[in-house]
Nanobody
Framework: QVQLVESGGGLVQAGGSLRLSCAAS????????MGWFRQAPGKEREFVAG????????DYTDSVKGRFTISRDNAKNTVYLQMNSLKPEDTAVYSC?????????????????WGQGTQVTVSS
């Protein structure tokens, strides 16, 4: 089992940057693929970015490609989401999630463990 705690959210102007962090408990962090999802008010949860257990495979939703970067540090049990050139439409609660490796890193159903989320608000 793994527990996830996000941090790094906040209020930023359009064009600005934020880096989200997700700290995982447990000694088996490297066994999990990790993902970032977001949910805006009145909308369904959507996939943002995913990374395989080794970091060798990543995937992004089209709307963030070229602006967001997912990475992980297995020694620190942490996954990151660097968000640049933020837009008002990026405003949402961002949650990290963990999945046993081997499945699709972009499919929400692959993920069995979720953090509580951190709010990101981008002002225009």
């Amino acid at each position: 089992q793994v527990q996830l705690v996000e941090s790094g959210g906040g209020l930023v102007q359009a064009g600005g940057s934020l880096r989200l962090s997700c700290a995982a408990s447990g000694r088996t962090f490297r066994a999990y693929d990790m993902g970032w999802f977001r949910q805006a008010p009145g909308k369904e949860r959507e996939f943002v970015a995913g990374i395989s257990w080794s970091g060798g495979r990543t995937d992004y939703t089209d709307s963030v490609k070229g602006r967001f970067t997912i990475s992980r540090d297995n020694a620190k049990n942490t996954v990151y989401l660097q968000m640049n050139s933020l837009k008002p439409e990026d405003t949402a609660v961002y949650s990290c999630a963990a999945a046993m490796s081997g499945g699709s890193i972009s499919y929400v159903g692959s993920y069995g463990y979720w953090g509580q989320g951190t709010q990101v608000t981008v002002s225009s």
